[in-house]
Structure formats: structure tokens, C-alpha cells
């Protein structure tokens, strides 16, 4: 499946429908009364999160979204057809930025959640609306508002518990294809994943989460070396990082650090956000190896490293239960945090 986590695109709402001039007409009345009616509501353009997609690359074939414009009005104080609106679906996690990029219009990181981004224009009015006492057969009818139109990028961030980052060949991918259903590609090379993917854990009915696996990062990333960062934006959201570093390549201090350092570099509160060390690959380490690569770690870090092997799945129930814990804790916590209402999904009007 192709992959696509950014997209300009041109939306325009409905202009309204006009309004008409008509006189009522009927026999023996000589003078009929004003009677045209006000134009309908142009359509609105809406965006809406839907759960099925992760993906933006619809809108690299369709770039142009308009709305129809509403009925016009019509004789015997007949009021036009407001238009249908148009509902754009996105991925969930997809953020509405202006044609500047910089200013965030919506936020649409709930499934089902909707936006009325651009409002269709109001009808304009039948002559029947501007009868006064002193003009009896008004000759005017307004013609319908313009709707509204705008540029604007879509920024794709998935939705993820867990962001997965280390350098190119950490093994990654690996971890992902074996604690859930994902079937990332995986390769002995660097640079083998191009795009983020999603996979599903479930440790228990009751307890599941989703792990984000990104491109390898190195250093200068943050400059553009590599794949650069942007992929980075994908793990925003996420409640604890899975740093994975490579025990059976080199110096994995310095693996360690080249990845803080990028984090650091890269602005979006990643590198605030709870991290858990895990060296990788212990099945290709002796003995001696694991625990004297585990304490240089533990000791640049200042923090607990877990050791594992995707290849071998040694381990890896305890750094799941981790990261569920994790996971748990930071639902919590947001669930507290967070206003009753906004907790329900409510709609919003950006
Ligand atoms: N011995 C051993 N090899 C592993 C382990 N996990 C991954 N590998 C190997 O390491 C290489 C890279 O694995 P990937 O999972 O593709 O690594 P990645 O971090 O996703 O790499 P990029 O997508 O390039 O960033 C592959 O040859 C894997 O078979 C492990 O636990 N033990
Ligand atoms: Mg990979």
C-alpha cells in the first residue's frame, strides 16, 4: 500500500442559491403581491476521521473538493434546496493546516470525529423579503453569499501508543512483526523501511495498544540526512518511546546518544517523552557482552535497559508488559486530565 503523510488541497463550500423577483399571478387579482423566494445554503465542506484509513495518498490524485452551490429561489415564496455538503474522509490523526502551514485549523485524532471546515453561503433573498408598507412590489433579490474557499495542507500524525525508534537495522521492523499482526518488510540493510506502519499488540482481551514502526534515524537527520525527520511527526502522539539499540554493531553508546541527540534536535516534545532503552539482538551477544554493553547504557543513560532478541523472542513478554503498563498509566492520566466533554468526541467547528 502506498504511503502519503502530507497533501495540499483546494476546498471551496457551496455558494448560496439567488434570490428571485416574482409576483403572484393569479386571475382576477390584477396586482399580484411580491412572492420570489430566498435562495438555498450552499453545501459545506466537511471533514470527517474515519478508522479505515492511514494513509493521505487519495489526495495526490484529487486535489480540488467543491460543494455545490443552493437551489435558487422560486415563485410562490419558494425557498432553493440547500446543497448537500461534501465529507472529505481522512486518517485519523490528520491535522488541518492552513495554506502557511504553520497555523493548525482542526485536529481530527478521534474516529468519527467531524469538522465543518468551510460553511456553505447563505441564499440570498426574494423580492417577498424586502415588501414594506411603502414599497409593495420591491423589484430587488439579493444573489446568494459566496462560499468559502481556501488552500490548505493536510499533515498526517498516526495515532500510536508506542513510537519504535533506533538506528537503521536496530531490528525494528523485527520487533514489530513479531508482537503483532504487522508484516513489515525486514532486511539486512539500512533504510529498508520507507514509511511508518501500524501494529496492533494484544497482551490480553482487555489490554491492546498500538506500536508505531518508523524509519531509521541517523545522525544529521534533523538536517535531512538519511530520510531526515519527518517521519518523527508519527510518533508526536505516542505515550512512551521504545528506544531499540543494536547490542550486536558497534559502539552502542553512541548508537544510543546519536539517537537522543536527534530527538533533542527535533521539536514536538519528543525528547520529554518517557523512553524505554531495550538492547536488541542478545541472541547474536555472549553472555559477557549483554550485561557489559547493558551497564555502559544503563550508565550513559541513567536509566534501567531491558535486553531482548525479536529473532529469538527472548524477553519479550516483560518489555510488552512495560510498555502496557506504560501505555495504561498515560491513558489515565489524559482520561483525568481531560474535560467530560472532550473526552466524548464532541463535535467542533473550526
Ligand atoms: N540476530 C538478530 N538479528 C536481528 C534481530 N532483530 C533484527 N535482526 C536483523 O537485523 C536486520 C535489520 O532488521 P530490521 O527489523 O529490518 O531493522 P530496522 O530497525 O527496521 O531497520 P530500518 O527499517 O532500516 O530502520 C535484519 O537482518 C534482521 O534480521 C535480533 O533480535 N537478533
Ligand atoms: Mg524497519
Known amino acids: 500500500m502506498k504511503f502519503l503523510d502530507q497533501a495540499k488541497i483546494y476546498v471551496k463550500s457551496g455558494d448560496g442559491g439567488d434570490g428571485v423577483v416574482a409576483f403572484r399571478r393569479e386571475k382576477y ?10 435562495g438555498g445554503r450552499g453545501g459545506d465542506i466537511v471533514f470527517e476521521a474515519a478508522g479505515n484509513l492511514n494513509t493521505l495518498i487519495d489526495f495526490r490524485y484529487t486535489q480540488h473538493f467543491r460543494a455545490r452551490k443552493g437551489g435558487n429561489g422560486a415563485g410562490s415564496d419558494r425557498t432553493g434546496a440547500a446543497a448537500a455538503p461534501v465529507l472529505i474522509q481522512v486518517p485519523v490523526g490528520t ?13 481530527l485524532d478521534q474516529p468519527g470525529k467531524r469538522i465543518v471546515l468551510c460553511h456553505g453561503g447563505d441564499g440570498g433573498r426574494g423580492n417577498a423579503h424586502f415588501k414594506t408598507s411603502t414599497n409593495r412590489a420591491p423589484r430587488r433579490a439579493d444573489k446568494g453569499w459566496p462560499g468559502e474557499e481556501r488552500w490548505i495542507w493536510l499533515r498526517l500524525k498516526l495515532i500510536a501508543d508506542v513510537g519504535l525508534v533506533g538506528l537503521p537495522n536496530a531490528g525494528k521492523s523485527t520487533f ?9 518488510k525486514i532486511a539486512d540493510y539500512p533504510f529498508t523501511t520507507l514509511h511508518p506502519q501500524l501494529g496492533v499488540v ?3 482481551v482487555a489490554e491492546e495498544f498500538v506500536i508505531a514502526d518508523i524509519p531509521g534515524l541517523i545522525e544529521g537527520a534533523h538536517e535531512g540526512a538519511g530520510l531526515g525527520d519527518r517521519f518523527l511527526g508519527h510518533v508526536e502522539r505516542c505515550a512512551v518511546l521504545l528506544h531499540l539499540v ?30 524505554i532503552i531495550a538492547l536488541n539482538k542478545i541472541d547474536a551477544m555472549t553472555p559477557q557482552q549483554i550485561s557489559s554493553r547493558r551497564r555502559a547504557l544503563e550508565k550513559a543513560s541513567g536509566m534501567p535497559v531491558v535486553t531482548l532478541s525479536g529473532v529469538t523472542r527472548q524477553n519479550l513478554d516483560d518489555v510488552l ?6 501505555v495504561t498509566a ?5 482520561r483525568d486530565a481531560a474535560p467530560p466533554q472532550a473526552a466524548a468526541g464532541r463535535e467542533e467547528t473550526a
Open 176 to 184: 514489530l512483526s513479531v508482537v503483532s499482526a504487522a508484516r513489515p
Open 95 to 107: 491535522q488541518i493546516f492552513d495554506e502557511d502551514r504553520e497555523t493548525m485549523l482542526a485536529d
Open 330 to 334: 498515560t491513558r489515565e492520566a489524559a
Open 246 to 275: 543494536d547490542g550486536a554493531a558497534g559502539d552502542v553508546v553512541k548508537a544510543w546518544r546519536t539517537i537522543r541527540h536527534e530527538l533533542e534536535a527535533y521539536d514536538g516534545g519528543l525528547a520529554a517523552k518517557p523512553e
Open 202 to 204: 494484544r497482551l490480553s
Open 321 to 326: 508488559r512495560l510498555l502496557q503498563d506504560r
Open 29 to 38: 387579482i390584477e396586482f399580484g403581491g411580491p412572492d420570489g423566494g430566498n
